[in-house]
């Protein structure tokens, strides 16, 4: 069951960026989740009063977010989404090159790499990353959709001590590792050039940049994680948070620069009390009790 969800700041854009994921994603769908309340907003929500505050779009069975929101943020290529085919799926894994790529920035073209007998990787029109990826093996369900982590620019080589991090934090368990074994501009020998691990029934990618990038993570793109009770949501949140000022509405940002959203199980249902909207603004981790 997926625990882990990514987070897409769009700005201003959600509704018709799902739609359009809708159409140019495998297997995929989109619904408003959430809408801004009409009451209770900061002035610079104002514009947003009553339209969608979240988009779902799920694509093969995942979940992704699309927050609507204005232009502090946008997603980069830090954190991108890999899509998995089989090998008898390479039409449709065309098809979704052809829709992400028109009005996007194709980063790697779609051909045949050592690593992959078709791939290719670009930002879409709404600065979205995507990976396209044809597997000779069969593609495990879990695996058909994934996050991936490019450490890149302050956060350079550090790969494997945040994987390691977050097993004590947050369980992970460590798939696979392929370190690049030689040294090559930013990256060392022992740098990661691609790694997966496991959070619970969610697998994510992780990689250290082979070249240098003059971008990191940011909370364009940001990683959900729901906890059972206070308790939990307490120590999680003691432990990631790493930037003060980055605390805001149960966002934070670890000391490895990724912004995560530590969030109640029951969030859903808490954001139904009367004035939810406006307690959550006032505080920085959530607290349950006070919704």
Known sequence: ??????????????????????????????EIESRYPTEGLLDFQQPFAGKAL?????????????????????PNASISMILSFNSDERDALDATWAALSEGGNVLMPLDAYPFS???????????????????????????????????????????????AYYSVVLGAKLDSAFPYGQAIEVATAESLMFAQFSLGDDLVAAMDSGVAQDFSFTPGVSLE????????????????????????CGWLTDKFGVSWQIVPSNMGELMERPGAFEHMLGMKKLVIDEF
């Open 117 to 163: 007998t078709r791939y290719g990787w670009v930002s879409d029109k709404y600065g979205v990353s995507w990976q396209l990826m044809e597997s000779t093996e069969p593609v495990q369900d879990a695996a058909r959709v994934m996050p991936s982590l490019m450490f890149g620019g302050a956060a350079q080589n550090r790969a494997a001590e945040a994987i």
């Open 54 to 74: 979240t988009v779902s779009v799920w694509v093969r069975g995942t979940k992704i977010t699309l927050i609507n929101a204005g232009g502090e943020f946008s």
């Open 1 to 30: 069951m997926q625990k882990l969800t990514v987070n897409l700041w769009m700005q201003g854009t959600a509704e018709e960026a799902g739609e359009f994921y809708a159409s140019a994603l495998p297997e995929a769908k989109s």
């Open 225 to 248: 994680w729901p906890c059972e009770g206070q308790e939990e949501i307490d120590r999680v949140w003691d432990a990631l948070s790493a930037v003060p000022e980055a605390e805001a």
